[in-house]
């Protein structure tokens, strides 16, 4: 049974760091592609990293590229999502999921299916 579960959300300063944690289980974490999204209120869920399958390639949405940084420890099934210099504008609920069906582009969440429950992150200005 797949399962995903992020924590490590919480209240921060601009300006200040927070890592995200997503477990899984049900599957080798270096199998799949995973993917972090967010969602703020009154705006659609958006793609900001993933890392792939195998050789670990990540990718990251122009908002998030440079202050955020994707990676996975296998051994312990977990993927992290560092965020550094965080802006008001990072608020959200953060979700991780798996890549199911590639649609042209790693940060569709289209192509992602297992969610988690989310957590959330809050910037303080």
């Known amino acids: 049974q797949v399962q995903l579960v992020e924590s490590g959300g919480g209240l921060v300063q601009s300006g200040g760091s927070l890592r995200l944690s997503c477990s899984v289980s049900?599957?080798?974490?270096?199998?799949?592609?995973i993917g972090w999204f967010r969602q703020a209120p009154g705006i659609q869920r958006e793609g900001i990293a993933c890392?792939?399958?195998?050789?670990?390639?990540?990718y990251y949405a122009d908002s998030v590229k440079g202050r955020f940084t994707i990676s996975r420890d296998n051994a312990k099934s977990t993927v992290y999502l560092q965020m550094d210099n965080v802006k008001v504008e990072d608020t959200g609920v953060y979700y991780c999921?798996?890549?199911?069906?590639?649609?042209?582009?790693?940060?569709?969440?289209?192509?992602?299916?297992?969610w988690g429950q989310g957590t959330q992150v809050t910037v303080s200005s």
């Open positions: 049900g599957f080798t974490l270096d199998s799949k592609t």
């Open positions: 890392i792939t399958r195998q050789d670990g390639t990540q």
């Open positions: 999921a798996v890549l199911t069906v590639f649609m042209g582009d790693y940060l569709n969440s289209g192509g992602y299916d297992f």
